[in-house]
């Protein structure tokens, strides 16, 4: 499986962008998806994870409210919505996948996702 993250770019503060996760050489269904994001000088931090049945979804506590997470099978792709961001959004947005068929089940760690794609800049300015 490969994972292409797009969707960055540059926004004011308040602003929204839309990344896209697109999963290619297999199907999307079969996995439960990350968005983990990277600032310079710090951790790779979890932001939002959905199972790959769809049903349930996790939010870090810093984006609850302003983020959301879908998933679309018809185009083998997921989405994040990110609306009122913020300064501190400013990262290198990744996605990633683990595999395991249409389980309700979500993943927050780093280390329980096997396959990773490239990331995406976001920047917000003040």
């Known amino acids: 499986v490969q994972l292409q993250a797009s969707g960055g770019g540059l926004v004011q503060a308040g602003g929204s962008l839309r990344l896209s996760c697109q999963v290619s050489?297999?199907?999307?269904?079969?996995?439960?998806i990350g968005w983990f994001r990277q600032a310079p000088g710090t951790e790779r931090e979890g932001v939002s994870c959905?199972?790959?049945?769809?049903?349930?979804?996790y939010y870090a506590d810093s984006v609850k409210g302003r983020f959301t997470i879908s998933r679309d099978s018809a185009k083998n792709t997921v989405f994040l919505q990110m609306n009122s961001l913020k300064p501190e959004d400013t990262a290198v947005y990744h996605c990633?996948?683990?595999?395991?068929?249409?389980?309700?089940?979500?993943?927050?760690?780093?280390?329980?996702?096997?396959?990773w794609g490239q990331g995406t800049q976001v920047t917000v300015s003040s």
């Open positions: 990633a996948a683990r595999i395991i068929y249409r389980n309700p089940t979500y993943y927050t760690s780093i280390k329980q996702y096997p396959y």
């Open positions: 959905v199972s790959s049945d769809g049903r349930n979804k």
């Open positions: 050489g297999s199907i999307l269904d079969y996995y439960a």
